[in-house]
């Protein structure tokens, strides 16, 4: 059995962890509001640009746009696939970074001509190590997604789509269902799909476009492509912040459970001591009485 200055030692050891992993958890959470309000601040907007977008679908069924060209005489092999991993920028997370390195690898094992773009320091290193090229980085973005990070995103796929060194673009990433449960989705996002965007019972009766519905669908889809981008951004973030919390808090649940056998250990050890220290008196007290 251990001694009681071990015993005490290990509890005090557990103790300074338990109190990080509780900081931590009371972090997240704080982040995860902050996040999600964010994001519900934002949503008007963009379902404004959704409703105007099929609003020129609508009433210019035959425009000609290339965010919408689907580039069907590429054969499927030939097509570049571009893809977005978001991952975070550190562990402590339970499995939300190995879920979606995991996702990746399964979606890019399907094609030979794949283009990779990262998202967060752990999935960076992880295909680094890997040797598996990152064709693009979006540093800093992961543990702070803001509109100016998912437009810079949205105008270096846009630009490398309209080129075509991009046919199809993917952004993996984890969504949050509900408070307990998140899914890693792989959606593309690049061509746009014209029945994505539900047809709607209000819209401009009369709308007019001016100079052109092409001018001013150049216009929109950029942003759109910015606030769905946007979007993922915070829902990774959430999703993070959120595998956090739950892996924080089962630590703590363990580190409160080993202070409750330590204790009672250290009880034990401590009882064993005294009567040990009791033996002794009485053993030396018949020696002097004999």
Do not use: C, W
């Not at 580039?71 to 402590?92: F, M, Q």
């Not at 980085?137 to 060194?165: C, H, V, W």
């Not at 890693?184 to 401009?204: C, D, H, M, N, T």
């Not at 007019?208 to 981008?229: D, I």
């Amino acid at each position: 059995m251990a001694n009681m200055r071990e015993i005490r030692t290990r509890m005090k050891s557990i103790q300074d962890i338990m109190k990080i992993t509780n900081a931590m958890y009371l972090i997240s959470s704080s982040k995860l509001k902050k996040a999600r309000k964010n994001l519900l601040a934002t949503e008007p907007y963009f379902e404004k640009l959704q409703a105007t977008i099929h609003d020129i679908l609508v009433r210019a069924p035959h425009i000609h746009q290339v965010f919408f060209e689907r580039r069907e005489d590429i054969e499927p092999d030939d097509r570049k696939k571009g893809y977005i991993v978001i991952t975070a920028d550190k562990g402590l997370a339970g499995a939300y970074n190995h879920n979606v390195i995991k996702k990746a690898e399964e979606d890019m094992g399907k094609s030979n001509n794949n283009y990779l773009y990262v998202v967060g320091q752990v999935g960076r290193q992880y295909f680094k190590r890997k040797n598996v090229h990152v064709d693009g980085e979006f540093l800093y973005t992961a543990q702070n997604p803001t509109m100016y990070r998912a437009q810079l995103m949205s105008e270096t796929i846009i630009d490398l789509f309209e080129k075509g060194d991009l046919d199809d673009v993917y952004v993996i990433y984890t969504k949050m269902i509900t408070p307990m449960k998140a899914e890693v989705q792989s959606v593309r996002i690049l061509p746009l799909e014209r029945r994505k965007f539900e047809r709607r019972a209000a819209g401009y009766q009369h709308a007019r476009f001016e100079p052109s519905a092409e001018e001013v669908m150049n216009q929109l889809v950029p942003n759109y492509l910015k606030g769905l981008l946007y979007g993922v951004l915070i829902e990774s973030f959430s999703s993070e912040q959120n595998a956090r919390m739950m892996a924080m808090e089962a630590a703590t649940k363990s580190a409160k459970d080993m202070l409750r056998e330590l204790d009672l250990l250290y009880n034990r050890a401590r009882q064993a001591s005294i009567t040990q220290e009791i033996t002794e008196i009485v053993s030396g007290a018949k020696s002097l009485k004999k």
